[in-house]
């Protein structure tokens, strides 16, 4: 979805030049194995409809959806130059997903339209008042007994507490820490949540 106004956003790889070298990088720093481990910890039964913010490439969005085929995938990011990327990775497989333009704190989708909305490693690039207003509109686009999955680095301004607070304050009810883990060998620590109404 196109937006008549770009706003700014930290590109997939950090700058567009760099983005033909994003999948190798993200894939030799483990990232690509650190999200598989998320796809592995989520609970899919009855999932009918899926978002996956901040897809970037879309590398996961496709693989969900080639493990999922039955499931209806949409993949947001507010990276043009990406999206086209995913598309092709997707177009590549003949797999149908939607890759939406647009940003997590402006989700342009309806209320409870969501069985499961999942993100990765995308989090820690918005300010505090981001991440409130897009843990708000997860919450809102969720159906009832929907679920947000999160992988994301522990720093400082990105801390366990810190999300958990959040979450409660979105309306959320249950954050559950999936595991831990590590990237960029073994020198950032990640968390892998599980957020539930």
């Known amino acids: 979805m196109n937006t008549t106004t770009r706003k700014s956003f930290i590109p ?3 700058n567009n030049w760099a983005l033909p070298f994003y999948d190798p990088f993200v894939k030799l ?18 999932i ?5 913010i ?4 879309g590398t996961l ?3 969900f959806k080639l493990q999922h085929p039955h499931v209806e995938v949409v993949g947001l990011d ?4 990406a999206l086209e990327i995913a598309r092709l990775k997707a177009s590549s497989f003949s797999a149908i997903i939607n890759f939406d333009d647009g940003f997590s704190h402006e989700l342009p989708y309806l ?3 969501f069985d499961l909305v999942f993100s990765t490693l995308m989090l820690h690039h918005l300010t505090t008042e981001q991440k409130q207003k897009t843990l708000c509109e997860v919450r809102r686009v969720l159906n009832t007994n929907g679920s947000l999955y999160l992988l994301d680095f522990e720093l400082k301004h990105n801390s366990q507490i810190q999300i958990i ?3 409660k304050q979105a309306g959320f009810t249950r954050v559950r820490i999936l595991r831990n883990g590590s990237l960029f060998f073994g020198l950032l620590p990640l968390r892998y949540y599980r957020i539930e109404l």
């Open 29 to 46: 720093t483990g990232g690509d194995r650190a999200r598989r481990v998320l796809l592995e910890n989520m609970d899919t039964n009855a």
């Open 12 to 14: 997939a790889a950090g």
């Open 61 to 63: 969005t496709l693989e």
């Open 54 to 57: 901040g897809c970037g490439t």
């Open 111 to 113: 209320d409870s339209s």
């Open 165 to 167: 607070h959040m979450a």
């Open 78 to 81: 507010p990276d043009i130059k």
């Open 48 to 52: 009918h409809r899926m978002l996956d």
